[in-house]
């Protein structure tokens, strides 16, 4: 006997090129696609060290450089490590696969929950920190806050779900002229001896406390806000053209080296023109002004912002569906996450990434402030989590240079996980404790999927030859409500199907003229069909059913739900659905193989599925 196998998809299997270059990214794309969160954090990472300082007044602000050269260096050394870890892991899931491969899979549970929180905060806070700058320069809008969010979470969703490449390409103008604003505000405000126009510094009248490690290890902690993002492009490097390692550690090294020009050079500008923060207006609002003065360039610098904050939301969507892509080949994740459609698209993870940050939007009823303490939390325990992994995989494989590159991963693991307690202890009670909850509970649900896909396995025999299927003696049931072609069509396919055939009908308390007429209209038709009437005093569709397929004799029931497949779509209203509650009851209370038949109006059957 031949036996011809098909091979099915195995989880965790390498996938062959199915997509054509094109709906892959560019280095540029790559920037475009994964690197707005980063960018855009130049907005809001400088103001957070600001903020700190300032509670010590004029001396205080004066180490904003300092915290803000401790913070590039450690964005030197996670570009670096990430550089690495996309050389090491070209599958992608940056700090997930790091944690998996060093540290064992309940570690990497702990890594992909942070950074699942952390894509999810990153949308929100995106979102509406975009919406809150755009109300701000329009008050008129205010009112219609929340509408704004959602609007412009739906468009971002929208570009999204034609495709990274897609979206990568929308977004490469904005993303240059954000940073050629950025870096003109930098050379101008350096190369000027004075500022453009007055600056404010109302907020360093009083020192509320005095300039100490504690309050300096605020300010970086709240600083290193800025590096969110970093990750994300080692966490997609599958989505980048061939070569695709190559392509994705100069995205990361362009990354790195644009987001600590512009870091660096917004603090010393901030130090230099004596910056402090004031009500109503951002710091980098102020350090704009003093820079290019109050004309048209501070309006393209503001709007630029605004626009790429509301974009920034793009680096999740193009991190998060690849990691859970990558936690469902891993059975961590429903495997729903792991199916792509066309153009490189993994729709259901940006459709749970879309609607859980519409959920945050909607509780928060659109407002920043709410968001932000809880944001970049979770992403330091990814980076302290990768960090240390890098460093066991120098001191595993010890090639040329490990000792300062495990040196140097090993300085990063400290410094990301000072960050991360620092951060937590800071921002615990403000929300903080949220996602200390959260991540545990995560971790709880992918173990729990797991556990289940462990049963199913083991049931369904997975990595055993199983024994050669035998023939069985088959029952199919055709339940029948008239004698007309549907009960036709449905009684040649069974005759098909098994070895006995027995048409069921059901008949209702109270129906009794019209179950005798159809017994008699059944023998002057006389399909050779064995017909067998069921009587309910319940009027119960499903239940005497189900108690006559248990107790009959045959090991393997087929039950054939014939149906009619209408013309057009609207006329599925005029159907009485009894087919789909019959076939939900008997998958759910019996062994029985389902088969729903579509009868076309045009007049061929379709095959039974």
Known sequence: ????????????????????????????????????????????????????????????????????????????????????????????????????????????????????????????????????????????????????????????????????????????????????????????????????????????????????????????????????????????????????????????????????????????????????????????????????????????????????????????????????????????????FALQADRQVHRYGIAFLSVTAAALLIVSAGDMNMLVPLFAIGVFVGFSLSQAGMVRHWLAVRPAGWRWRAALNGFGALLTTVAAVVVMMSKFTEGGWLIAVALPLIVIAMEWVNRSYARIGDRLELGRTPLPPLPRRSLVVVPVRAVNRLACEALGAALSLGDRVVAVNIAQAGEEPEARRFVDEWECWHPDVELVQLFDGRRRLDEPLVAYLRGVSEAHVFVLIAEIEPDHSWQRMLQNQRGAVLARALRRRTDAVVCRMRFRMGGATAPAR
């Not at 979206?167 to 993303?175: G, L, N």
């Not at 980048?240 to 603090?267: D, K, S, Y």
Request: charged share 10%; aromatic share 6%; net charge positive.
């Open 1 to 336: 006997m031949t036996t011809v196998r098909t091979p099915l998809p195995v989880p965790g299997a390498k996938e062959l090129p199915d997509l054509p270059e094109r709906h892959r990214l560019s280095v540029v794309g790559g920037l475009a696609a994964l690197s707005l969160d980063a960018m855009a954090s130049v907005a809001y990472g400088p103001e957070a060290i600001v903020l700190v300082l300032a509670l010590a007044g004029g001396r205080g602000l004066g180490f904003t450089v300092p915290v803000t050269l401790a913070i590039a260096l450690l964005l030197a050394v996670l570009t670096f490590s990430y550089r690495q870890v996309i050389a090491v892991f070209p599958g992608g899931g940056g700090a997930y696969g790091v944690a998996k491969t060093y540290f064992g899979r309940r570690a990497s549970l702990v890594a992909a929950a942070s950074l699942l929180v952390d894509y999810v905060l990153n949308v929100a806070v995106s979102v509406a920190a975009g919406v809150a700058a755009l109300t701000s320069a329009l008050p008129a809008l205010l009112p219609y806050t929340l509408w704004l969010c959602l609007g412009v979470l739906a468009l971002v969703t929208a570009v999204n779900l034609r495709g990274i490449a897609s979206s990568a390409r929308a977004f490469i103008v904005p993303t240059a002229v954000y940073v050629g604003a950025i870096l003109l505000v930098v050379v101008a405000g350096l190369l000027r001896s004075a500022p453009a126009t007055a600056v404010e510094h109302a907020a360093q009248a009083r020192n509320i406390e005095g300039v100490g490690l504690l309050l300096l290890l605020r300010a970086f902690a709240n600083g290193c806000a800025a590096l969110t993002g970093v990750e994300a492009i080692a966490n997609a490097v599958p989505s980048f053209r061939l070569p695709r390692v190559r392509r994705a550690q100069r995205a990361e090294v362009a990354l790195g080296g644009l987001l600590g020009v512009m870091l660096v050079g917004i603090a010393a500008l901030i130090e230099k023109f004596s910056i402090a923060p004031v009500g109503g207006v951002t710091v980098l609002a102020q350090v704009t002004r003093a820079s290019l003065g109050d004309g048209p360039l501070f309006y393209v610098v503001q709007m630029s912002t605004v626009l790429l904050l509301a974009l920034a939301a793009n680096t999740s969507f193009g991190g998060l569906p690849v990691l859970a892509h990558l936690l469902a080949r891993d059975n961590n994740l429903p495997h729903l």
